[in-house]
């Protein structure tokens, strides 16, 4: 059946189209049908036939005034449509367009509140794509005043798939508007059946105050595992970073040893030498790697070095290669972080974990002063951290994720992104991680207590409990509305997260650390802990609270507590 609805639209405006044939639908009778702009009787761009995979289509406007969509919603699937006004966009965002059965709904950027209030799963504190799959955060970058956030994302469903770049784009890290898609894969990977795609990667900005993005483009693979290709690209923006203006392959085998895990660049430029230098997760002969390469004008990259090489022991037990290595400078010293995917530690049962090394970095030599690894995130569901720069800060952002639970069924996005977190070391030179103090403004009021340390919630609202005096030993024990309930204790000396999908087999605990402060924040599920200035961290994500009505603290005698404050937020989505 043909639907007929008539749009405002002005010159220049975009709208961009995801769609295939409905499965086993025919195309026959479909082509003036399925899918048509029209200005007037005129026809202005009509998809003549659709094929069974996914397919992009994109249509300017090209005329003030109206416009008429005509579709056939019994052969058309559209998982991703929106349509934006490049002259605004940047304020505005796109409006996100759902066809259902003879209506448009439009979804523009004030509608967007709604939308992510409604969901009972939907952090209101952080990045989470309006629609569909997110993973890493990649080319985070501060340009004109405004910070960017890209990610990798699937445009049609809530799964991973190929990659193409999301893009949002921020005044404060806390509220985010939606932009169009950035990058695409190379090929329509749907159509070979493949995966692969726009890998993530990072934003540069060279010695002439040019911004690109150094990006791992995954050639269409057949095997998740095996067998694939990774090289390396670099992308110049346009103006208003929408799209990509020029693109160029930069790197495309890796050294002797490395085989097919070769990507997520981080690229910096040197000011004192005048060079430029990338790294890149990959495995040598198997082991879990950071490998350095050089370049004297960005274009031209020669491998330098193995600049980390995971000791036996990661591969032994399961670890594949690194993923998404950071590198920068941070007080002076050089910081090494770094996810070690496939990776299960046998003494507690965690997958997947992110580590930090702080060292020198001097001729290209990285020289640790610990020759252990910092674990960076004791719950492990803050993986494919990536910093940045900017306003004299160095912010990282993580994906709240760690494949071992599942968001449920029926939802219509999976991913969100960490707090944002300022980056520091400490005395002993540990990384800290601290989130960025933004949050403050988004306070409502103080939570009410029956006793001292029990707290009553507003059930939807993220929730902020900061503690700090001397705090060994301490049980926080938060409830939810169905009375699932989470928990935080320090017990033999170290911090444990334990949620309600816990089966007792894997144990979510942080190395030994006598406790004096801690800042606990849930929101919707998500549990992000920081305890002694950051320099220990914890998240994870729960599925099973989604309203959190208390939160109560359990005291021994040994606990003497000097502050306390718990705050009710604000969704930073309104
Ligand atoms: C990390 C990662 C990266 C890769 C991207 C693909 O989560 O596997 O190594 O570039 O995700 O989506």
New binding site residues.
């Given amino acids: 059946m043909k639907e007929r609805v008539e749009f405002v639209a002005k010159r220049g405006m975009r709208f961009e189209i995801w769609a295939r044939q409905k499965p086993g639908k025919s195309n026959a009778a479909a082509a003036d049908e399925t899918f048509a702009f029209r200005v007037g009787d005129r026809v202005v761009y009509r998809i003549a036939a659709l094929p069974p995979y996914f397919q992009f289509y994109t249509y300017t406007h090209h005329v003030d005034g109206p416009l008429t969509l005509e579709w056939d919603d019994s052969t058309i699937e559209i998982p991703l449509f929106y349509s934006f006004d490049p002259d605004n966009v940047a304020e505005k965002g796109v409006t996100f367009l759902e066809l259902r059965d003879d209506r448009v709904i439009a979804r523009p950027k004030a509608s967007w509140p709604e939308w992510y209030e409604c969901d009972p799963n939907r952090p209101q504190l952080r990045f989470s794509p309006f629609q569909a799959w997110m993973?890493?955060p990649?080319g985070l970058c501060f340009i004109d005043g405004r910070y960017h956030l890209f990610y990798?994302f699937h445009p049609v469903e809530a799964e991973?798939g190929p990659?193409h770049w999301g893009h949002a784009v921020s005044d404060d890290l806390y509220h985010w508007t939606h932009l169009p898609v950035f990058l695409h894969p190379e090929e329509n990977l749907w159509s070979l059946g493949a995966t692969g795609?726009a890998?993530?990667?990072s934003a540069f900005v060279g010695p002439d105050g040019k911004l690109s993005f150094f990006?791992?483009e995954?050639l269409p693979a057949y095997d998740l595992y095996k067998d694939y290709k990774?090289v390396q690209k670099k992308v110049v923006p346009s103006a208003g970073l929408l799209r990509p203006e020029a693109s160029q392959l930069v790197l495309v085998d890796g050294p002797p040893g490395s085989a097919h895990?070769f990507?997520?660049p981080k690229v910096w430029y040197d000011q004192a030498r005048g060079i430029y230098r990338m790294v890149l997760?990959a495995a040598i002969d198997g082991d879990p790697a950071v490998l350095l390469y050089g370049s004297e004008d960005g274009a031209g990259w020669q491998f330098l070095s193995v600049l980390y090489r995971a000791p036996e022991h990661f591969r032994r037990h399961g670890a594949r290669?690194v993923?998404?290595p950071d590198f920068f400078e941070l007080d002076g010293r050089f910081v090494l972080v770094m996810?070690f995917?496939g990776y299960t530690e046998p003494a507690t049962g965690r997958h997947n974990l992110l580590y930090a090394q702080v060292g020198t970095f001097d001729d290209d030599r990285f020289m640790p002063s610990a020759s252990t690894l910092q674990e960076l995130d004791f719950g492990t569901d803050f993986?494919?951290m990536q910093s940045f720069r900017a306003r004299d800060r160095q912010i990282a952002l993580a994906?709240l994720?760690n494949w071992e639970f599942r968001k449920p069924a029926g939802s219509p996005y999976s991913g969100e992104l960490s707090l944002p977190r300022v980056l520091g070391l400490d005395a002993q030179l540990r990384l800290t991680m601290v989130p960025d103090e933004g949050y403050r403004l988004l306070r409502a009021r103080e939570l009410t207590r029956t006793s001292p340390y029990h707290f009553i919630c507003e059930p939807t609202r993220p929730v902020e409990l900061s503690l700090s005096g001397k705090l060994d030993g301490i049980c926080i024990v938060g409830r939810g509305s169905e009375g699932e309930s989470f928990t935080l204790v320090h017990d033999s000396g170290r911090l444990a997260l334990a949620i309600a999908e816990d089966a007792g087999d894997i144990k979510y605990h942080s190395v030994p650390l006598s406790l004096e402060q801690l800042t606990l924040f849930f929101d919707r599920g998500v549990i992000e802990v920081f305890a002694n200035g950051g320099v220990v961290c914890g998240t994870r994500r729960t599925y099973k609270i989604t309203a959190l009505t208390s939160v109560e603290v359990t005291l021994s005698d040994k606990i003497r507590i000097d502050t306390s404050e718990a705050w009710s937020y604000e969704s930073a989505w309104m």
Avoid: I, K, L
Wanted: hydrophobic letters at 25%; one cysteine or more.
């Fill in positions: 993973n890493d990649n990798q991973w990659m795609g890998f993530s990667g990006y791992t995954r990774e895990d990507r997520d997760g290669c993923e998404c996810g995917v993986y494919a994906w994720f």
